[in-house]
């Protein structure tokens, strides 16, 4: 089976963010910034040893954003022929001139060139990955579903096993002189895997890791293994009745929790006072062991890039340092309001402006290992799971329902579902009591295990 077409080269990509902004210069754009992307994306999706879906697709795009007397106007298209480029100017310099001027509509001037240059540093890009034919991908995927279904006598069925992959490259340069040029792979797989318990429910466990370089992926027995373990240690699953007990959070959770903090590090929520964080800028947020960085010069992160969605080249923002917040995260718009330099955050597809967000997003590792952690807790809750949540972002408030395994002196003793664990931000940042020596990046956002001191457990009813 043959792939869809390559990416377009970069050179190629080049020439064009060059057409596109000579044609903004000629309708007037005072500056002008090009984002173009070339693609090329595969995923397939397997069920009882057979393909259920594939799709294989090749895109390129352009995003121009211009200013005109301090007011900006931003167009994207897929067609990329030199009279298309003319007339997406022209619609961008429209656009601007109806839009509301703004003194913080500015763009980023080249800088650290040298940084922002060393792609190869950051080995986001393998041609290994690449050259990885559909056909042996496909085959990941079946000996994947294979493998779990396998691994457990429990596990009945396998709800869905896919992988995915992209291979991209990127070009961003604007009227300032800035120039900006990389390519870069990722591969993901996952498995859902299905079994049986005693009242006829089937518990599910989940699973997916990502990597930029094909020998860094975990053998697709682990992920097998994993994939069926989660299933297997739902059953028997109930309900607990609610408490305020110590939590321990699987990476997992911890790592969609702070994800769904990150926008509070934001100068952009802080400037429209939406943020928890407001105010509390050099303040301890959080306890002394605790250390956030959003880092975009990780080798093989799979958030890392040279420059961010503006061309500024990426860096290790320390956001949280042992519990001291130590910054917060800009693009070049959100800086320029705020009187500070960005940070080399601001994110992007080529059919979209900028605006600030995160790569490599982690809470630094402890040196606890999770046994030891859960070896702490005389009674308490270990959450590995969740579902439906609530989130608010001006207040940090977060109230999920959850499953996991109830503790009793210090191990697992049986697994739980059905309860809603609830508190502040602010207060589960400062009662984290241990932290894990087990971070592992299987996405963009990451965590180690925490132990935090006492949470709600809301469940079955009162003690």
Not at 28 to 50: I, K, L, Q, T, Y
Not at 193 to 202: H, I, N, S, T
Not at 316 to 328: E, K
Not at 400 to 421: L, S
Request: proline share 5%.
């Amino acid at each position: 089976m043959s792939g869809p077409a390559a990416p377009a080269t970069l050179a190629g990509l080049e020439s064009i963010a060059a057409q596109a902004l000579e044609c903004a210069r000629r309708a007037g754009a005072a500056h002008a910034e090009a984002c173009v992307e070339s693609a090329r994306d595969f995923s397939v999706r397997v069920r009882g040893g057979a393909v259920e879906s594939l799709t294989q697709s090749g895109t390129r795009g352009l995003g121009l954003r211009v200013i005109v007397d301090d007011a900006v106007g931003f167009v994207s298209s897929t067609d990329l022929k030199p009279e298309a480029l003319a007339d997406l100017a022209r619609r961008a310099v429209t656009l601007a001139r109806f839009s509301t001027p703004d003194p913080a509509n500015v763009l980023p001037t080249p800088g650290d060139d040298a940084e922002a240059g060393a792609t190869a540093a950051l080995a986001i890009f393998n041609p290994e990955l690449v050259a990885l034919s559909p056909d042996r991908r496909i085959e990941m995927a079946l000996v994947l579903e294979r493998l779990t279904l396998a691994h457990d006598p429990r596990v009945k069925r396998i709800d869905d096993v896919g992988l995915s992959s992209q291979e991209g490259a990127s070009v961003i340069a604007n009227t300032q002189g800035l120039a900006r040029a990389w390519s870069e792979t990722t591969l993901g797989l996952f498995a859902v895997a299905l079994a049986d318990d005693r009242d006829g429910k089937q518990r599910s466990g989940v699973y997916g890791v990502a990597r930029r370089v094909l020998a860094d992926l975990p053998p697709l027995e682990a992920v097998a293994r994993e994939a069926a373990r989660r299933a297997v240690a739902r059953i028997g699953a109930r309900p607990v009745p609610s408490a305020r007990v110590p939590v321990v959070m699987h990476p997992d959770i911890a790592a969609a929790w702070l994800t769904e903090m990150y926008q509070a590090f934001t100068g952009e929520a802080v400037l429209k006072r939406s943020s928890w964080l407001t105010g509390r800028l050099d303040q301890m947020i959080a306890a002394p062991r605790i250390t956030i960085v959003d880092d975009g010069r990780m080798p093989r992160g799979l958030g890392s890039s040279p420059c961010d969605g503006e061309g500024v080249p990426t860096r290790r923002n320390l956001l949280v340092d042992r519990g001291r917040l130590a910054m917060l995260t800009y693009d070049t718009y959100t800086a320029r309001r705020a009187g500070a330099r960005s940070t080399g955050s601001a994110t992007r597809s080529y059919d979209s402006v900028p605006g600030v967000g995160h790569r490599n997003l982690h809470i630094a590792a402890g040196d606890e290992s999770p046994e030891c952690i859960l070896a702490r807790v005389d009674r308490g809750f270990y959450m590995d799971d969740q579902g439906s949540f609530g989130f608010n972002e001006v207040t940090g408030d977060y109230s999920f329902q959850a499953q996991g395994a109830w503790i009793e002196r210090g191990e697992r003793a049986f697994p739980v579902e059905g309860v809603t664990v609830a508190s502040s931000s602010l207060e589960m940042l400062r009662a984290i009591e241990a932290v894990g020596n087990d971070l592992r990046f299987d996405n963009q956002v990451a965590s180690p295990t925490l132990l935090i001191g006492e949470m709600t457990v809301s469940g079955a009813g009162g003690e």
